[in-house]
């Protein structure tokens, strides 16, 4: 079993920076890819980015990628995401999690384990 707890998120303005961490508890989830996602109200939860196993790959969403960053510290446990020029789009509650597989999935249905989210609030 996996327990994941995000921190990290806050109120920021427009074109400024965030970094969100998961702190994921068992010595399992090293084998295990993880992802970031986020669900913003009324619309359905989207991947975000995705890091294989050993932090080697990474996988990222159009809307985001070249501003955010997905690391990981396999020794610490801990996943991150540094968010840069965020922008008022994505304000939206981001959910770690972890998969089973060596190698992240950019599908919500694949993840094992799912923290409870950290709201990130963006104002223009």
């Known amino acids: 079993q996996v327990q994941l707890v995000e921190s990290g998120g806050g109120v920021v303005q427009a074109g400024g920076s965030l970094r969100l961490s998961c702190a994921a508890s068992g010595r399992a989830f090293t084998n295990y890819a993880a992802g970031w996602f986020r669900q913003a109200p009324g619309k359905e939860r989207e991947f975000v980015a995705g890091?294989?196993?050993?932090?080697?790959?990474?996988i990222y969403s159009d809307s985001v990628k070249g501003r955010f960053t997905i690391s990981r510290v396999n020794a610490k446990n801990t996943v991150s995401l540094q968010m840069n020029s965020l922008k008022p789009e994505d304000t939206a509650l981001y959910y770690c999690?972890?998969?089973?597989?060596?190698?992240?999935?950019?599908?919500?249905?694949?993840?094992?384990?799912w923290g409870q989210g950290t709201q990130v609030n963006v104002s223009s």
């Open positions: 890091i294989s196993y050993n932090g080697i790959a990474a």
């Open positions: 999690a972890a998969d089973e597989a060596l190698y992240s999935s950019t599908y919500s249905v694949d993840y094992d384990y």
